[in-house]
């Protein structure tokens, strides 16, 4: 009789949001460390990304609605792991960095992990990207109290208390929100930092002035939202 294998559940998934990055996506996926699984979320490419991640090990999910956040809580909503990563999928971002980030969690020393993105080179982050992270960083300071450097891409926590978040931000505002109603939640919120490299392929927010634009436009909605009580820290 055929033996029948099991695979064990992955220990952590990492969410890959994916709006076309078929040249990006062998180096992220080379980077996933050992017994993690890679959920990459499509969210409506029209390159090869979806069939490339697939043929690299990964799992693929599809969000058709167009938005950052969308594609990130897609992925959140189709994790199983009991601690969820996310990771940009333009290679700017080594997803083996997210190792101690979840060491730490798992260590019960933070609920939320985020990465300050530290720029390789001028290329990785252009001055009104940084300023405007900066000037984001402070009026979050204002708002919640919390002293933090970037609100970049890359971070850890638990698959359930980010549920109970109820994050409802589908564009660029999702990763604030996270983080604001993170605070309002009483969680403890680390950042470590990370090397930023020049993304691979075409810029789609930061390098252009629609792309800035709207992601202002989404989080100074989040700034504006009344505070939720949602997701207690456990
Ligand atoms: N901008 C954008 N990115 C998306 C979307 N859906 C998924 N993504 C992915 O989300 C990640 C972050 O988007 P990026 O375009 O890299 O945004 P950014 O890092 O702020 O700016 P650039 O790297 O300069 O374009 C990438 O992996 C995208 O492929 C979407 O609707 N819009
Ligand atoms: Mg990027």
Known sequence: M???????????????????????????????????????????????????????????VHEPR????????????????????????????????LVPFVEEIRGNEADLVLGRRRPHGRAAWPAHARAGNLALARMLRRRTGLRLHDLGPLRAARREQLLGLGL???????PLQMVVRAA????????????????????KVTGTWRGTWQ???DMSRVLRETPVRAGSAR
């Not at 992925?75 to 940009?88: K, R």
């Open 2 to 60: 055929k033996a029948v294998t099991i695979s064990p559940p992955s220990d952590v998934d990492v969410v890959l949001p994916c709006l076309n990055e078929a040249g990006a996506l062998p180096w992220v996926l080379a980077r996933i460390p050992a017994r993690w699984r890679a959920l990459v979320v499509d969210n409506g490419s029209t390159d090869d990304s979806a069939e490339i991640a697939r043929s690299l090990g990964a799992t693929v």
């Open 215 to 217: 992601a202002v436009r």
């Open 184 to 203: 309002d939640a009483g969680w403890r919120i680390t950042e470590h930092d990370v090397p930023y490299l020049p993304r691979t392929g075409a810029s």
């Open 168 to 174: 409802t931000d589908r564009r660029s505002g999702y």
């Open 66 to 97: 167009r938005g950052f956040g969308a594609a990130c809580h897609a992925g959140l909503t189709a994790a199983t792991a009991e601690v969820v990563c996310f990771c940009d999928c333009d290679a700017s971002l080594d997803p083996a960095l």
